[in-house]
C-alpha cells in the first residue's frame, strides 16, 4: 500500500468522524498524520515492518497499531465502525466540490440527504435553500456540481484506463490465439475516454468464455444493431465498471475494421464519402493505399487534422519519449514535493538525462509552502554545490521558480530576485473565478514579464475533477510568440494543459512547447510518458519541444532569449 493510498484513508476516516459528530480533536489527528505519511520519501511499509511507525512525528501507539491493521486487512476497527454508521452513499455526496463535511452532515440531517440521487432531487425542488446557511446561489452551485461528477463519473482517463486495457488485450489474445487490436479513442490516444474498444478476428464465444475464465464481469455477446464491418460484439467491464466492447469481424476485414474504428467520425468522413462501404481489407495499410495515402498516425485522426489529410506528418517523425533531454518543472521537499533536491536530481541522472529544472512553488502559494526569498537563496546554494559535484558538463540543476501569476498578473517576489532564477513557470494557482478576457488579460500580463520562461498549465484544468478556467488560448499562444515563451505541455495525467487541440497552433506561432511532469516525488517524473502521448496528437515533432533540446542547446536558448520590457 503506497504512503498516498494510506493518506487517503486517513484523511477518508478523518471525514467520518466529522460527518458523525465525532471529537474534532481526533478527526484532526487523523487529518495531520495523512498529511505527514502523504509526505515522506520513505515508504510506510518499511517502518511498518521495522515495527517502528511510532518514530513518526505524530503517531502514538493506537495510530499505530490502526495502521498496523490497515496494512494487514485493508482497514481497522474505527474506520469499520465509521463506515457502518454512515449510509454508504454519502461518501459519494462528500466528492461534490464545495461540500465540506459540516455541509454535507447538515444536508443528511436536515433533508436526509445519503446519495448523489437524493442530493440531486433536493437541489432541483429547491429545498437547499432553505436550510440556513445555503442559499438559492450555492444550491445552484451544488446542482451544477453534482451533474459534473456524474458526467466526469461516466470517462475515465486515458492513463488509468492504460494498464487494464493492455492487460485485456493480451489476456483475450493468450486465450485465443486470434489478432486483438485496441482501437477507438483509446488508440487515438484521447486524454479521457467514455469506452474502451477493441477488435478482433476471436469468434463471440470464445471472447466470451475467455472473459469469464478471466473473472471479467457480466460477458456477453450480441449481434443486434451491429456497427459497421461487425459480425458480433461482446461487450463486458474492466475491473473499475468501465464498458468495454470488443467488435468481432472477419479476418478478411480486419484492416478495413481497425481503420473504421479507430478514426473519429468526422475524420472517417473527410477521408471517403461512404466510411461504411469500403473493401474488405485485411490491413490498414491496404485501406490507406486504396486512399492513395500513407498510412496516418492513429492520434492524428480527428477533426483538428481534417483539413491537412495529404500532409499528415508520418507516426515515425512524431516526438517520442526517447527524443526527451531534460525534465522542467519539478518540485522538491522545499515547497510541496515528496524528495529532496538531491533525490529528484539522481533520479533525472539516473533516468538518462541531461538537466532537470527545479520550480518550487513561490511565496504567495502558502498552502504548497511557498519559497521565501530567504529558502529561495537557500535553495540556490544546494543547487550550486549539486552543480559543483557533476561539474563535467553532462549534467545540470537549473534554478528555476513556479511563480504564481497573481490576481493583477504580475509574478510572485520582485525583479531582482526573479532575475536570479535561471527559469520561471509562471502558473495561476488561485482566483479560478475569471471570464475569458479577465483571464486571458491576466495571463498575457505574466507572459509579459522578462523573467517568465515558460507558461504553466495554461488554463488550470483537473481533467474529470475540475473545469479550467476560460481563455483565449490564441492570443495567450501569440503572445507568448511576441515575447518567446514557451508553453507548458502539463504531463501530469489529470491536468495534460495545455490541451492537445492548442498544440498545432502554438508550433505554427514558432512558440516552444515544455512536457513537463511536475514532479512532485521521483516516480512522477515519469509522467512525461503521457504528456509526450498527448502532444504526439498535437503533431508535436522533437524540434519544437523545448526540453528535446540537449543541454547545450537548451542553455544557448536560456542565453539567446531577447530582453522584453516588462509591463508589470
Known sequence: MTNKKVAAVLNETAQLIELTGGNPFRARAFSSAARTIRDMEEPLQDYVDRGALQQIDGIGDGLAAQLNDLFARASFDLRDELLNAVPPGLLDVLRVKGLGTKRVRTLWKELDV???DELETAAESNQIQQISGFGAKTEANILKHVRALRRYDAQRRYADVYAAAHSLRDTLAGATSAPVALAGGF???CPTLQELTLVSTADARALVDALNAAEYESASASDKELPPYVRATVTTTLPDGFPVSIYCVHPDELGTALWYHTGSESYRKAMTDAPDALPAMTDEAAVFASFDSAPHPPELREALWTDTLAALPDTNALITLSDLRGTLHNHTTY???????RAMAEATRSRGLEYIGICDHSQSLTV???LSPDEVRAQHDAIDALNDAHDDGTFRVFKGIESDILKDGSLDYDDELLAQFDL????VHSGFSMNEAEATERIIRAVSHPATTILGHPTGRLLLVREGYPIDHEAVIDACAAHNVAIELNANPYRLDVDWTHVRYAVEQGVLVS????????DELDNVRWGVEAARKGGLTA???LNAKSLPDFEQWLDARAPVASTA
Not at 515547497?335 to 533536491?341: E, M, Q, R, Y
Request: some cysteine; proline content about 3%.
Open 114 to 116: 445519503t446519495s448523489l
Open 187 to 189: 488508440r487515438r490516444k
Open 335 to 341: 515547497s510541496d514535493g515528496a524528495h529532496s533536491l
Open 368 to 370: 504548497a509552502s511557498g
Open 424 to 427: 520561471v513557470v509562471a502558473s
Open 515 to 522: 512536457i513537463n511532469p511536475d514532479a512532485h516525488s521521483t
Open 543 to 545: 524540434d519544437a519541444c
